[in-house]
């Protein structure tokens, strides 16, 4: 029976790191050594791939690829390499290529290698494939990133807005806040987008820029 994780994801400002009781919940998800397949799903830009590659660069270098490479490389040879292994976007492949997720899994499985997979749909809206395919899925310990809440929002805000080195006062970040969707890639999306208005108007970030996006 696999085992499911809820992990309402919160974002630090430093360096980009990930630093909540929920984060800490994920890291240890993945740091367990108990299982041999592991499946993390959330939201788009919900850090999924930022989790993946902390747990691959945890295990001294684990091989990381999206699923469109997957017919690029030998399972079996890569597995003797990097025993660790890190598929994203794992369920595209679910429909049109079973076949080579499926000898993937099998090779994982069948060696002392392990296996996280990440994509956003959770299970019970993963598409219908090869009965085998969804049977070796089954057996991923689920661990889930929750869509965000308020102080999620504001924290991933401001995170976004330091890496991207922008000023942007409160005043505006509550603005923001206030009238954006709530969701992690509606944070990412303005703030970009902030960013571009900045750079092409030479122009610190003013309410009236983000007012002018919102209402777009």
């Not at 699923?67 to 079996?76: A, C, D, V």
């Not at 976007?89 to 076949?99: F, H």
């Not at 089954?138 to 889930?144: A, D, M, N, Q, S």
């Not at 809440?149 to 970040?173: C, G, I, N, P, W």
């Amino acid at each position: 029976m696999t085992r499911q994780l809820t992990l309402p994801l919160r974002i630090k400002t430093a360096a980009g790191f990930i630093d909540t009781p929920a984060h800490r919940l994920a890291i240890q998800a993945l740091a367990n050594t108990s299982w041999q397949m592991a499946y993390l799903f959330g939201p788009p830009a919900s850090g999924k791939s930022h989790l993946a590659h902390q747990w691959a660069t945890q295990n001294g270098g684990a091989w990381v690829f999206d699923i469109s490479q997957l017919e690029s490389h030998n399972p079996t040879e890569i597995i003797d390499i990097y025993p660790m292994v890190v598929i994203e976007n794992a369920i595209e492949a679910v429909g049109e290529k079973d076949d080579l997720l499926l000898h993937w899994m099998n090779a994982v499985l069948n060696g002392s290698g392990r296996l996280l997979l990440t994509d956003r749909l959770p299970p019970a809206q993963w598409p219908k494939g090869l009965p085998d395919l969804i049977s070796r899925l089954r057996l991923c310990v689920f661990i889930e990133i929750d869509d965000p809440d308020d102080e999620t929002l504001a924290l991933l805000l401001k995170h976004y807005f330091d890496m991207r080195q922008l000023r942007v006062s409160d005043r505006v970040q509550s603005s923001i806040l206030r009238r954006i969707e709530r969701s992690y890639l509606s944070v990412a999306k303005i703030t970009a987008e902030l960013d571009r208005l900045g750079l092409e108007q030479g122009a610190p970030i003013t309410l009236a820029m983000a007012q002018d996006i919102l209402s777009g």
